[in-house]
Nanobody
C-alpha cells in the first residue's frame, strides 16, 4: 500500500504562485502514474495534472492549467510536486495527490492523500 501526504497549500493573491508537495511512502506494483486532482466548492473532483512512470515521464495537464502549472517528481519517486504560477481565483480548491493506473489519457487514483486547501483571492 502507499501513503500520500500533501503540503504547501495556503492563501495567495491572484497572479501569485504556490508549490504543492506530496510525500509518498510505501510501494504498490499496481501503480504506474501519479496525479494531482482538485475539488472546488460545489463541484466534482477533476484531474489537474499527471505524470506517468514511463521512460519519458510523460505529463498531461488539464486545459485550464496548461502553461501555468508544472507537475514533477524527484528521481526516487518519494515526493510529487505541483508548481502553480499565475494563479487565478478559479484555481481555488482542495488539491489532492493520487497514485494509480493509467487509463485512457488519465491517471486513475487508487491511493489518495487527505488534500490541501488552495485559496486564491482576486
Amino acid at each position: 500500500a502507499m501513503q500520500l501526504v500533501e503540503s504547501g497549500g495556503g492563501s495567495v493573491q491572484a497572479g501569485g504562485s504556490l508549490k504543492l508537495s506530496c510525500a509518498v511512502s510505501g510501494y504498490s506494483l499496481s501503480v504506474n502514474c501519479m496525479a494531482w486532482f482538485r475539488q472546488a466548492p460545489g463541484k466534482e473532483r477533476e484531474p489537474v495534472a499527471s505524470i506517468y512512470y514511463d521512460d519519458d515521464s510523460t505529463t498531461n495537464y488539464a486545459d485550464s492549467v496548461k502553461g501555468r502549472f508544472t507537475i514533477s517528481q524527484d528521481n526516487a519517486k518519494t515526493t510529487l510536486y505541483l508548481q502553480m504560477n499565475s494563479l487565478k481565483s478559479e484555481d481555488t480548491a482542495i488539491y489532492y495527490c493520487a497514485a494509480g493506473l493509467v487509463g485512457g489519457d488519465q491517471c486513475g487514483g487508487l491511493y489518495w492523500g487527505q488534500g490541501t486547501q488552495v485559496t486564491v483571492s482576486s
